[in-house]
């Protein structure tokens, strides 16, 4: 047997519990044709479309809630519509841009009542809202179990104030927003994605790469590090965490939704002392710095767990 069609026999007799999400990604867009003018594709927060003479450039993101998963059927769904369009936002702030239009999938039992598929809009429609967003359409479609919202959302952002996960380089100071872990106790329902703080960002400082915490600080920052060719250092005791928790939830819970980003370690106490200015309720905390080494590294290595996986 060849080796290309042996590793393929491999492939097709693994499961998706053995490959995990970002190899399957990379296995399923192998070969994908990507179009014109795409400046990122799949691996960063969104899809990046647009010509490098454009002062404008359109971002892509899709992203689903599931019953079960993302949410309890006993959740009050305002918050369950809230939650779906806000994930989809936070990958939006990450880029530095602005959310513009969305369509909203939602498959539901028979069964459901039409109160409830009401009052999911009525959440999807407040967080539109809040953040300047037109909800132009989509589709409902029959679930013979656990009902899910999907959200389809474009956005833009200024061409040079767009950040990928690749610009980070060795040295840079590695900053995060709020505070981390324990967003199960309710916070995952109710978080506002950091659209306008990465706004802010963007427009006063130069952030070399960025990307929004949705699998855990220990599965993201990681991430972001092979992204820029980097390792990474964290300082454990300056991980700013939630009430009640520990490193470990501050680097395995996931669902935190704040912005985890790099830039020059000359401008971190610049950012610093701004920041404090700017957003007194939101802490901003140096957790690390990126480093030549491809192998990432922590205070104590039995400390650093790795976030979620959908199919871990």
């Known amino acids: 047997m060849k080796k290309s069609q042996s590793s393929q026999a491999s492939a097709a007799s693994q499961t998706l519990r053995h490959f995990g999400e970002d190899r399957l990604i990379a296995e399923l867009m192998r070969g994908a044709p990507l179009g014109k003018n795409v400046i990122a594709g799949a691996g960063d927060d969104c899809a990046v479309i647009g010509r490098r003479a454009d002062r404008e450039w359109l971002l892509l993101k899709t992203d689903c809630v599931i019953e079960g998963i993302h949410f309890e059927k006993s959740a009050d769904p305002r918050r369950i519509g809230w939650k779906a369009l806000a994930r989809a936002m936070s990958d939006i702030a990450a880029m530095g841009g602005l959310p513009r239009h969305a369509l909203v999938t939602i498959a539901a039992s028979p069964d459901d009542s039409v109160a409830r598929l009401k009052a999911i809009y009525s959440g999807l429609k407040k967080c539109a809202a809040r953040f300047s967003t037109g909800i132009v359409g989509g589709e409902t479609a029959r679930s013979p179990d656990a009902l899910f919202v999907a959200i389809t959302l ?29 967003s199960i106790r309710g916070r995952h329902l109710d978080f506002a994605p950091r659209v306008f703080e990465a706004r802010w960002l963007t427009e006063n400082f130069r952030v ?46 996931g669902e935190d939704y704040e912005l985890l980003f790099t830039i020059a370690p000359r401008d971190a106490d610049s950012l610093e002392k701004t920041w404090r200015k700017k957003f007194p309720r939101l802490p901003l905390t140096r957790i690390g710095a990126l480093t030549r080494s491809h192998q990432p590294s922590t205070i104590n290595h039995q400390l650093f767990p790795s976030g979620h996986d959908h199919f871990a």
């Open 208 to 253: 070399r790469a960025m990307m929004d915490l949705s699998d855990g600080l220990g599965s993201d920052l990681p991430r972001l590090a092979r992204a820029s060719r980097c390792g990474f250092e964290i300082f454990e005791k300056k991980l700013p965490l939630n009430t009640r928790c520990t490193s470990e939830n501050a680097l395995a819970d």
């Open 154 to 182: 474009t956005g833009f952002v200024e061409k040079n104030r767009c950040v990928l996960r690749s610009g980070g380089r060795a040295g840079d100071a590695v900053f995060v927003t709020g505070r981390l872990g324990g």
